[in-house]
C-alpha cells in the first residue's frame, strides 16, 4: 500500500503557479541511528564529505555593497573573508595569512582598502594577491616563491545572498540551489537591510536545530501561544540536492484553538499591520487572512510596491524555505528571516544558532508591526546593527516562541542518548526532516 497524504489545501484567494506542488520525492522510510546526534566519528564524516562539499551560505549582498566591504564566515575550524573587490566582484578567501598561519580578518564585518596580517603585517589587496612582505628582502627568494598569496575559494551569490564553496567541482550555485533561487529571488532580498543579527549557543546537535525549524508539528505543544494566529496545517514540497519549503498560513487560528470565529488581539495586530482598523471590520476570524491579503495588494498599489509577482499566500503567510545544509529562510514581501545553524568545532552537542532579519524599509503606518521591532529599531538601512553574541547557557532573548526553543532542544539531545530511542519516526508534517537526513547521508555515503 503507497501511502498517499501530501498535506492540507490551504492555499485561498486567485490561483497561482507558485503555490503549485513540486513532483514528490520518495526518501524512503528508514529510522536513522540516533548516535549521529551526538557521535564525534558522525561529526568528522559530516565535515570531510559534506561540509567541505557543498555550498554554504556565508554572507548577505547588503553587507557587501561597496569595494571594500567584507564579511568574515566561521565555519567549524575554517574562517573565511567575504569581500568586494575593487572590480565590484565578490571575492572569497581563506582568512589565513601564508606566511604563518594568522588569522588576518578579526572583526566580523567591515570596510577596508586592503587587508593587513596583524602578526607581521603582510599586505593584500582584495582580491588575495600579496602586496607587501614586510622585510622581503631577508627571505630566500626561493622561500617565497611557495605562494605569498590569501588562498581563494569559489564565491557565488543569488538574490542577494552569498555563497561559498571549499569544492572546485561543486555546481554551479544557481543549478544547486534549483527552483529554490527562482522563489527567493521574487522577494528581491538585495534590496533589503539588516537590522538585526544575534548569535546564540544553543546546547544541542546543530541537526537538532534544523529538525526543530523544519516542522510546525510541535506548535500546539511547544508554542500553544500561536494557535490563535497560526495555522499548523501546511503544504510541504520537497526539491533535489536536500532543498524544501513550506507554507505557515498567518491571520487564521489553527483548527486545534477552540475559538474559530472571535477575531482575538493577536489577528487584530495582524489587520491593523495591512491597514485594516480591527474595530470597524465586521469579518470572523475565518475571513481575516482574505481580508489582510486584499488589504497589502491595496497598499502596495498606493506606495507602487510590485506585490503583482506574488500569489495571495505570500501576502498573508511565511513561506520557508530549506536551504540544504544549514539554512531556513522565512520570505515574506517586506522581510527575509534567515536562520543558520553552526556546529561547533569540537563538541557535537552544542551548536550556534545565527539570526539575521533582512528589511525592506518602507515609510508606512503599521508596515513593521507584524514583525514585534521596537520602536528604536533602525530599519532605514543607514545602522548596520553589531552582531550581539549570546553565550551557552542565557537566554537568547529571541522572543518567546525562539526562547522556547532554546530550553526544549537540549531536553531533546539528552534524550537522543538513550538506550530506549531508537531513532526518530518522521510522519507527513515531517516530511522536510527526512529529506534533510536523507541528502546528509547522500554526502556521508558508507562513512558511518
Known sequence: MTFGFRGWDIHIGTPHPFNDRAPEIDNGTARPDPSRFYDPAFKAAEWERMWTKTWL???????????????????????????????????????VCPHRGSRIALSEFGTVDQFACPFHSWKFALDGKNVKVTDAETFDPEVLCHGTDMTSVRCESVAGLVFISMDPDAPPLKDWLGPVADHIELYDPA?????????SEWAANWKGGVDAFYEL?????VHPQTQCVMDDRTQIDVYPNGMSRQFVPFAQPSPRFPDQETVNPGIQMML??????PATFEGTAKDSRAAIQAAKRKRAAEYGLDYDRFSDTQLSDSTIYGIFPNVQIGCHPEALFIHRFLPHPTDPERFTYDNIILFRHLDAPGY????GLSEDVDTTGLIRPDVVHVPLGVAPELGEVLDQDSELLPIVQQ???SRGFKGPLWSYQEGRLRHFHAELDRYLGDAV
Do not use: Q
Request: aromatic letters at 10%.
Open 217 to 221: 508539528y510541535h506548535l500546539h505543544s
Open 272 to 277: 491593523a499591520d495591512a491597514g485594516i482598523d
Open 57 to 95: 551560505l556565508a554572507a548577505v549582498a547588503a553587507d557587501l555593497r561597496e569595494p571594500g566591504d567584507f564579511v568574515r564566515f566561521d565555519i567549524m575550524t575554517e574562517s573565511f573573508i567575504i569581500v568586494r573587490d575593487t572590480d565590484n566582484k565578490l571575492k572569497a578567501h581563506y582568512n
Open 191 to 199: 534590496t533589503m537591510n539588516v537590522i538585526h543579527h544575534k548569535r
Open 368 to 371: 513593521r508591526a507584524w514583525m
Open 415 to 417: 534524550g537522543a542518548h
